[in-house]
């Protein structure tokens, strides 16, 4: 997953000072966890119960996780199969498919096919030549997935990654699931809660959000020391973006927003379809 050391969100105790989004004198309490080996948290005013509504974001996490052995996801790149894929991982295709056709493959989650690879060939010391490359990205395009409600499987070679959309998924799940109230949803990505305005730091800058956002870059996870791969990849070149891009959008669904922010960091454009998207992009 991404890891964003750049951004943080203002929250806690409103004090002396006040925030968009607080009344004065109101406090906003601050609950902390982990999902999907990161720190999230939920600031909320007044009384939310946030355990309670992460029971099943943990279910679904351990669903989709591509580091649990035992995950359904991984089921599906070990075998080349899954019976009865869990809603969660039916969800998370359709919602790719979406997104895949709409951006002409620039978002495909089979580029674990590719990143996969590349990681483990760095990790042992080997730099993949030109030619190698170019064949490993042939395995990358989600026409080698073949989706019913009863099967989900792979055609040989092909993984599956749902990295550029899961936490903003398990963001809008932990949304539904905490119901009516007044909250900030970090899992990775933002989401509001209720109409008020909540800022969040993004390289310095300060974003008030109403409905969801997501943050990509880079800088996240670099597979090499002295190359310029990085868990962002083309799916069309297999060529990364520059490790200082940090793309930023909000839209009104945090999946939508995290797929879209990958599809921008790595060169592309929102596409037309999708109405009321802000970007923005540092260099």
Not at 22 to 31: L, M
Not at 99 to 105: E, I, K
Request: proline fraction near 4%; glycine fraction near 10%.
């Amino acid at each position: 997953m991404r890891r964003r050391g750049f951004l943080g969100a203002l929250s806690g105790l409103c004090g002396g000072v006040l925030l968009s989004g607080c009344r004065r004198g109101e406090d906003v309490k601050v609950w902390r966890g982990v999902v999907m080996g990161i720190e999230v948290t939920v600031s909320y005013v007044g009384d939310l119960k946030v355990d309670r509504a992460l029971e099943s974001v943990l279910r679904v996490e351990g669903e989709l996780s591509l580091w649990l052995r035992d995950s359904a996801l991984s089921q599906l790149n070990r075998d080349g199969y899954l019976r009865n894929p869990p809603r969660s991982i039916l969800d998370c295709l359709k919602k790719c498919e979406e997104l895949y056709q709409a951006t002409d493959g620039l978002f495909d989650p089979t580029i674990e096919s590719y990143l996969g690879w590349m990681r483990e060939r760095f990790r042992a010391g080997d730099r993949p030549s030109k030619v190698e490359r170019e064949e490993k990205l042939q395995l990358v395009d989600f026409r080698l997935v073949s989706v019913s409600d009863d099967r989900v499987e792979v055609e040989e070679g092909v993984r599956l990654n749902f990295n550029a959309m899961a936490q903003g998924y398990l963001t809008d799940l932990l949304w539904h699931e905490l119901g009516q109230g007044e909250a900030l949803v970090n899992l990775g990505e933002y989401r509001v809660l209720g109409n008020r305005e909540w800022p969040v730091i993004v390289e310095g800058d300060e974003l008030m959000i109403r409905r969801a956002l997501a943050v990509s870059s880079g800088a996240g996870e670099r597979l090499s020391a002295t190359d310029l791969a990085n868990h962002l990849i083309d799916p069309k070149t297999g060529g990364s973006p520059p490790p200082r891009r940090v793309v930023a959008v909000q839209a009104d669904e945090a999946w939508l927003a995290d797929g879209l922010a990958t599809v921008v960091a790595v060169g592309g454009e929102v596409p037309d379809g999708y109405q009321d998207v802000d970007v923005r992009i540092w260099e």
